[in-house]
């Protein structure tokens, strides 16, 4: 079967998936997972502004939620080869859940402070270095061999959805619900997705877990990468769009609120751009409508995404802005839908968690991207500091897109 069939969903599948009880129940835990997490990524953002006006306290609550990534996500990823998966899930959404409502009652009592938002932020987001390595392996593994393509662009397609549902449900509760309201329901639901889970039957095959020899895992892990160009090009890729692309996303509350003066639901909207376009992309892709090469839609798509960036940065009107991101969400489809497939189908079954799991410390130089927008934008602005950023994002994507290519 060549790329442009496999890129096709076929509704068949698409129904055989759904109709999968423990398919069903991965897919909509990740879902409301993943809202609750965009959900409070803005509002903590938009408290930040609030509490200090400053650009760089924003990125840095921002990045407190995304840097155990780059620290955990190696680690979780070989951890996740030996524990239950199931366990791991279950966990990674009770201790969220478990902070959100930490916060909530602080919130309530007049005593929440910025420190403690980064702080849940940083706790909470070392529950979720495990995503890529434990949830997201085992949508793949409860499809099967034959639908592990379309089960995975569903379930990327899904996650557009969430994060342009989070930043309008953050934007909205933030404005209407306080940040009291706001950590309540982020804690109800993500309990309720733990309960949810706890009735998923997951077999996995395990290996007793040496914690001495975790790295030896992670080092076999990378061995293996040097010799798979298709795997460089995704660890690649997805360290420079995290780091000087994705950074924006720190930027679009004092952007929103300062630049183009608009309320905190609008806001919402302005973060909800490119995840709407990343989710028609996405459903364009799995229909079959939009076919191209895996490895030109995973690199095509972050250097599209990287030039409708700078467009949206220099653009004058509030309205042109969610237009761009909008398009721009089409190139995040592209490398979204392919980062996860191209790591699940290169990969041999017995090393996908150590390798999606060095995945996600890729996702997680994101949060070092974020501090660097965020001191750019202390100095030039947001604007010119999102230009800056995707502008060398571009070139960086071009270079490793040719090397690799040569290689």
Not at 18 to 28: E, G, H, I, M, N
Not at 62 to 71: E, G, I, M, T
Not at 194 to 200: H, Q, S, V, Y
Request: aromatic share 8%.
């Amino acid at each position: 079967m060549d790329s442009t069939e496999e890129m096709a969903l076929p509704r068949p599948a698409t129904r055989e998936l759904l109709a999968s009880p423990d398919f069903l129940r991965l897919w909509l835990v990740g879902a409301f997972a993943n809202a609750m997490r965009w959900l409070e990524l803005l509002a903590s953002g938009l408290f930040a502004y609030e509490v200090t006006g400053s650009a760089l306290a924003v990125t840095g609550v921002v990045a407190a939620r995304q840097l155990p990534q780059l620290f955990l996500g190696a680690f979780a990823g070989a951890v996740s080869e030996a524990v239950n998966r199931k366990l791991i899930v279950m966990l990674s959404l009770t201790v969220p859940a478990c902070v959100s409502a930490v916060l909530a009652t602080l919130a309530m009592t007049g005593h929440l402070a910025l420190w403690h938002v980064a702080l849940g932020n940083l706790v909470s987001g070392s529950m979720w270095a495990t995503e890529m390595s434990t949830r997201r392996r085992m949508v793949g593994e409860v499809a099967g061999s034959q639908r592990i393509v379309p089960a995975i662009a569903l379930d990327s397609t899904t996650s557009a959805a969430t994060r342009m549902i989070g930043p309008l449900l953050g934007g909205a509760a933030f404005q209407w619900l306080h940040m009291s309201g706001t950590y309540t329901m982020t804690a109800l639901v993500q309990l309720l997705g733990a309960l949810a889970m706890a009735g998923l039957a997951h077999s996995q095959v395990t290996r007793r877990l040496a914690l001495g020899h975790i790295f030896v895992d992670i080092a076999e892990g990378f061995a293996f990468a040097r010799t798979r160009s298709v795997i460089l090009l995704v660890f690649g890729i997805t360290i420079v769009t995290n780091a000087f692309a994705f950074a924006y996303s720190a930027l679009v509350a004092p952007l929103g609120l300062g630049e183009f003066g608009v309320s905190p639901t609008l806001v919402g909207l302005l973060a909800a751009g490119e995840p709407l376009g990343a989710l028609v992309g996405g459903a364009l892709i799995a229909a079959g409508f939009l076919r191209m090469d895996r490895r030109l839609a995973f690199a095509g798509g972050a250097a599209f995404f990287m030039c409708t960036l700078i467009v949206m940065a220099l653009s004058p009107s509030y309205w042109l802005a969610v237009a761009v991101m909008i398009a721009g969400g089409f190139g995040t489809a592209g490398f979204g839908n392919m980062q996860s497939t191209l790591m699940l189908t290169e990969a041999p079954a017995e090393m996908r968690s150590r390798l999606m799991g060095i995945v996600t410390v890729c996702i997680g130089t994101g949060p070092l991207g974020v501090l660097a927008i965020g001191l750019l934008a202390g100095m030039l602005g947001p604007r010119d500091a999102i230009v800056v950023m995707a502008s060398l994002g571009l070139a960086a994507t071009i270079a490793l897109s040719a090397a690799l290519r040569r290689r």
